[in-house]
């Protein structure tokens, strides 16, 4: 795979670490907004923190709010932000609280509200373009280009019922491999889906880990949390995982917990529905199924089967779609194939 060369990240024995127009004295807590200027639409902004440590050491980047329905990482970051002392940190956290404004006050799965699309499909981004362009730029250039690790959390949006689990990039790059497969079994889930589409460097990088990735960063994305709840436990599982890689990049003290008996999955497939209508599910996320298991029922409008929704390989249910409508294209499910090498 080819590699872009990492931007060297802000250094962390510097008394201050300057993320956009914030700036974080040593040992110190920062917290306020990077502006999205107005732009061929509206404009927006993203409330981040900086929690610059007394001692030298990495830098980590967590992004939240990526889609605004996934409330648990939201609320696990702004629980970690309090938790952590920066006199007690070595080296800097960035943390970006609600990537996508618009999309979190709007309630909205997937899309957001002022473009329609899909911020977590829109990296580098381009500082010229729609709002969620405009974003995605902002944060790869102000926080993805200034780290050395990333952690994408996201959570089952308001219309998944998700087992949580980590996508965990596979590009071919033996060390950068190795880093990322650190951070996957450090945060903690016991389902890791081996992703091997970051691979693919073909066009865009589009996704928020993959941008980090063709910098030579070592990124994973988890997802903690389902059908927008934003229950404790669900809250609780981002919380424990970012703190746990803490520890395994001895940014904090303390031990490491070691994961064992990890579920590996991969080949993993996103069903989409093959027309608009209301999806009625049969199955539930983490049940394993056979090929040809049914999935769930597409009806339209007045209750008339459309489409029966099958399982095309056997495999482990990682989400499936947990409200009535759907759109032509969208997921219904997605499933994964159980590793075993």
């Known amino acids: 795979m080819f590699l872009l060369a990492a931007l060297p990240a802000f250094a962390t024995g510097a008394e201050t670490f300057r993320v956009g127009e914030l700036e974080a004295p040593r040992g110190q807590r920062v917290s306020g907004f990077l502006p999205v200027p107005e732009g061929v639409d509206e404009g927006s902004q993203i409330p981040v923190t900086i929690l610059h440590?007394?001692?030298?050491g990495p830098v980590l980047a967590l992004i939240a709010g990526t889609h605004g329905y996934e409330y648990p990482p939201i609320t696990a970051l702004q629980s970690l932000r309090?938790?952590?002392?920066?006199?007690?940190?070595?080296?800097t956290i960035i943390m970006v609280h609600v990537a996508n404004l618009p999309s979190f006050l709007g309630r909205t799965?997937?899309?957001?509200?002022?473009?329609?699309?899909?911020?977590?499909?829109m990296y580098p981004g381009d500082p010229t373009g729609t709002l969620s362009q405009r974003i995605a730029h902002e944060i790869t250039t102000k926080?993805?280009?200034?780290?050395?690790?990333?952690?994408?959390?996201?959570?089952?949006?308001?219309?998944?019922?998700?087992?949580?689990y980590v996508y965990m990039p596979v590009i071919g790059d033996a060390e950068l491999d190795a880093q990322t497969k650190g951070l996957a079994l450090a945060f903690g889930l016991d389902h890791?889906?081996?992703?091997?589409?970051?691979?693919?460097?073909?066009?865009?990088?589009?996704?928020?880990?993959?941008?980090?990735?063709?910098?030579?960063?070592?990124?994973?994305?988890?997802?903690t949390g389902q059908s927008g709840s934003n229950d404790p436990y669900w809250v609780g599982l981002a919380e424990n995982g970012v703190q746990n890689v803490l520890r395994h990049l001895n940014m904090l003290p303390g031990d490491e917990y070691i994961n064992e008996g990890v579920t590996w999955l991969g080949d993993y497939q996103v069903i989409a529905s093959p027309q608009s209508g209301i999806f009625?599910?049969?199955?539930?996320?983490?049940?394993?199924?056979?090929?040809?298991?049914?999935?769930?029922?597409?009806?339209?409008?007045?209750?008339?089967?459309?489409?029966?929704?099958?399982?095309?390989?056997?495999?482990?249910?990682?989400y499936v779609i947990s409200?009535?409508?759907?759109?032509?294209?969208?997921?219904?499910?997605?499933?994964?194939?159980?590793?075993?090498?």
């Open 323 to 341: 409200t009535p409508p759907v759109s032509q294209g969208e997921p219904v499910a997605m499933l994964s194939k159980i590793r075993e090498d």
């Open 53 to 56: 440590g007394a001692e030298d």
């Open 109 to 121: 799965i997937y899309y957001s509200p002022v473009d329609g699309q899909n911020l977590n499909r």
């Open 143 to 164: 926080v993805i280009d200034a780290s050395d690790y990333l952690i994408d959390l996201h959570a089952g949006d308001g219309n998944e019922a998700l087992r949580p």
């Open 280 to 318: 009625r599910a049969v199955t539930k996320d983490g049940y394993v199924v056979s090929e040809g298991a049914l999935l769930g029922v597409l009806v339209d409008f007045f209750g008339d089967e459309i489409a029966e929704i099958r399982a095309p390989f056997s495999g482990v249910v990682n």
């Open 192 to 223: 890791i889906v081996i992703d091997e589409r970051a691979a693919d460097t073909s066009g865009p990088a589009r996704f928020t880990d993959q941008t980090a990735l063709v910098r030579g960063i070592p990124a994973i994305t988890t997802e």
């Open 82 to 91: 309090d938790e952590i002392d920066p006199a007690a940190l070595s080296g």
